[in-house]
């Protein structure tokens, strides 16, 4: 069993940023690949990015790419979204997930979090 807590989530202005933690518990968590969804009001939820047990290996919705930075500390357990340039359209209830594999489908992750709220207002 793994436990998953988001934090950082928040309002700001667009083109501001944010840095989101998702602090993990459990069992071997830090063998774990990781990865953040999100979903806006009325939508589904959509992947934004994953990355490896190991921090080798990031994967980026086309919509975030080279605006948001997933990264991991293994030896806080804690894995990172930095956001920036953020604009109305990243507003969205944003989930961390951790599974065995690292991969872009919400299929493939076995524990999630409680979800952190980010509001980017224009």
């Known amino acids: 069993q793994v436990q998953l807590v988001e934090s950082g989530g928040g309002l700001v202005q667009a083109g501001g940023s944010l840095r989101l933690s998702c602090a993990a518990s459990g069992r071997a968590s830090s063998t774990y690949a990781m990865g953040w969804f999100r979903q806006a009001p009325g939508k589904e939820r959509e992947f934004v990015a994953a990355?490896?047990?190991?921090?080798?290996?990031?994967y980026y919705a086309d919509s975030v790419k080279g605006r948001f930075t997933i990264s991991r500390d293994n030896a806080k357990n804690t894995v990172y979204l930095q956001m920036n340039s953020l604009k109305p359209e990243d507003t969205a209830v944003y989930y961390c997930a951790t599974g065995r594999a690292t991969t872009t489908q919400a299929s493939g992750y076995v524990y999630w979090g409680q979800g952190t709220q980010v509001t980017v207002s224009s």
């Open positions: 990355i490896s047990w190991g921090g080798g290996s990031t």
